[in-house]
């Protein structure tokens, strides 16, 4: 089962002040930093192995909806039958 992360709100003058510090937590605690910010540009700060797990994820489920958007198209019979002349005959 995976935890959500725990999530931590500062402003730019705190993140500033203690920048070091709040990275230093970020990465070791596994926590969400969120940057408030005037006019609502926000900035969410997080670990890069979280990073590198979020876009996984992502890419894991963009695979997986073009497999089902295949096997779909396949069971409806949406699709055409080429020779492997015919794919040659695109490069």
Do not use: G, H
């Not at 005037?38 to 997986?64: P, Q």
């Not at 198209?73 to 695109?90: G, H, K, N, P």
């Amino acid at each position: 089962m995976n935890v959500l992360p725990i999530v931590k709100a500062t402003n730019v003058t705190s993140l500033r002040k203690n920048i070091k510090k709040q990275f230093d937590y970020v990465t070791d605690q596994n926590t969400i930093l969120i940057v408030t910010r005037s006019d609502d540009k926000n900035v969410v700060v997080i670990a890069e192995n979280e990073y590198e797990k979020m876009m996984r994820n992502i890419n894991n489920l963009t695979y997986s909806l073009k497999l089902l958007k295949s096997a779909d198209e396949a069971e409806q019979r949406d699709f055409i039958e080429v020779t492997m002349s015919e794919l040659e005959s695109y490069e």
